[in-house]
Structures are given as structure tokens and as C-alpha cells.
């Protein structure tokens, strides 16, 4: 059974720092690309950012640019993304995501095959 778990979310002030995890059981990540998708309430999900199998390739949204950073662990088969200088405009449920082996990044949330339940980022003013 494949399954994507998020941690580290939380209530956070403007400014501040916030990073989460993305652990993998079920399927071997380092085969995969894996990406951050968030969804604030009443809007569609939004990309954030996507790191290759091999973890030398990234993408992230222009809204995110500069302040977010994905990286891997492919030994612990986790997934890692660092937020910084948050916004309350960040605020949002953070979904992780893998799509299917051997596939490359993909900024298009529909192309994720597998999907954690979210972990919940509260950015205060």
C-alpha cells in the first residue's frame, strides 16, 4: 500500500520558518519525481515546487521563489521542503505528491499519481 505522510506543519508568524516532511512507504521514492501542492480554502491547488528522482533537477512557482526549497533524502525515502520568509498569503494545507517511475518534474498537479492527506501551514500577520 502506498502512502505519502506530511509532518511539520503548524501555526507560524509572518516571516518565519516552517519545514516539512514527506516520508514514502510503499513505493521507492528515489525512482520517482515528488512535488508540493498546496490549496488554500475556496481556491484550486496550486503547485509549489517538484525535485527529479535523481534530485539535481527543480521547479518552483514564481510565488515561492527565493523563499522555498525542496530537497531529498532518497536513502530515508523522504521528501523535503523548506519554507521560509512566509507570508500569510502562504497559508494553506500542503499536500505532497509523486508521480508514476521514471517520469521527470511536472508543475501540473494532475500529474501526480499518489498523494499524502495533507498537512495544515497557518502563516499569522
Known amino acids: 500500500q502506498v502512502q505519502l505522510v506530511e509532518s511539520g506543519g503548524g501555526l507560524v508568524q509572518a516571516g518565519g520558518s516552517v519545514r516539512l516532511s514527506c516520508a514514502a512507504s510503499g513505493l521507492t521514492c528515489s525512482t520517482r519525481a515528488v512535488g508540493w501542492v498546496r490549496q488554500a480554502p475556496g481556491k484550486e491547488r496550486e503547485f509549489v515546487a517538484a525535485i527529479s528522482w535523481t534530485g539535481d533537477s527543480t521547479s518552483s512557482a514564481d510565488s515561492v521563489k527565493g523563499r522555498f526549497t525542496i530537497s531529498r533524502d532518497n536513502a530515508k525515502n523522504t521528501v523535503f521542503l523548506q519554507m521560509n520568509s512566509l507570508k500569510p498569503d502562504d497559508t494553506a494545507v500542503y499536500y505532497c505528491?509523486?508521480?508514476?517511475?521514471?517520469?521527470?518534474?511536472?508543475?501540473?498537479?494532475?500529474?501526480?499519481?499518489?498523494w499524502g492527506q495533507g498537512t495544515q501551514v497557518t502563516v499569522s500577520s
Open positions: 505528491a509523486a508521480r508514476a517511475a521514471w517520469v521527470g518534474v511536472t508543475v501540473s498537479a494532475a500529474g501526480y499519481s499518489y
